[in-house]
């Protein structure tokens, strides 16, 4: 048995060992690539062409044999052209991720524990292949086992995610927003460009608002489009 942690210092640790490996290329990423809205209705052209590299079980094969290729395009039609699979689901919840949140529970972890662990996040990522937070939880997992591999795979496929994100605004205003696919996907990147959630979550208009809490730039928070996330949810409804 190894010495363990409890799953708020998990995540954590694994979250830390995300920031060290991407804070170069998240820093500079502003001054790098130029900001586009996602054109949804292009992109579901384009990844529907089965001539084409956007097509989409193209670019989710490359996704899964995490791909450091890809290109910002193909990133940005992966992720947004997410919205368009059957698979689709911002509300949905796997039945896993319970088995996955009664290990994480547990104060001591042993071998078998992040095994498992592994196991319920691959079952995870089957029905949702950008459920990040099962990607981050991997991580550490990966590590105290000393699976340097999929180490290193997992955090290709979050870089992908992260680059598609950044790639569509700053979230500083409404015009400029970041585009996510996910609700959850906002509280992630808020970690990753070092802000702490403020408190406060609004919904204005297709924008969520997010407060921030005190920051050195001042930031009182940040705008998410969530467009795709409250079609799902108008669809459910019906």
């Known amino acids: 048995m190894r010495e363990n942690s409890p799953q708020t210092i998990c995540s954590m640790k694994s979250m830390l060992l995300l920031l060290i490996l991407m804070l170069s ?131 290709i496929r979050l870089n992908i995610v992260i680059d598609a994100l950044l790639s569509s605004g700053d979230g500083l205003s409404k015009k400029s927003a970041f585009y996510v696919i996910s609700t959850s996907h906002e509280y992630f990147l808020l970690n990753i460009l070092g802000f702490s959630f403020g408190g406060s979550q609004s919904l204005q208009e297709h924008y969520d608002f997010l407060a921030l809490a005190d920051n050195p730039d001042r930031i009182e928070g940040l705008y998410f489009d969530v467009s795709p996330c409250l079609a799902s949810l108008k669809k459910t409804f019906r």
Do not use: C
């Not at 586009?36 to 001539?51: F, G, L, Q, V």
């Not at 319970?98 to 498992?116: H, T």
């Not at 990607?135 to 997992?141: E, G, I, T």
């Open 25 to 155: 290329g998240v820093g500079g990423y502003a001054q790098e690539l130029q900001t586009e809205k996602p054109d949804y209705k292009k992109i579901e052209k384009a990844i529907a062409d089965n001539d084409s590299d956007l097509y989409y079980p193209k670019l989710m094969i490359r996704y899964k044999l995490a791909d450091s290729t890809m290109t910002i395009e193909e990133k940005r039609h992966l992720y947004y052209g997410f919205t368009f699979q059957d698979a689709y689901a911002p509300y949905g919840r796997s039945d896993f991720e319970e088995k996955l949140r009664d290990v994480m529970k547990k104060k001591k972890l042993r071998d078998a524990d992040y095994r498992d662990i592994v196991a319920f996040s691959d079952s995870v990522l089957a029905e949702n292949p950008f459920n990040l937070a099962v990607l981050d939880n991997q991580l550490f997992a990966f590590e105290k086992l000393g699976d340097g591999t999929r180490f290193n795979e997992n955090i």
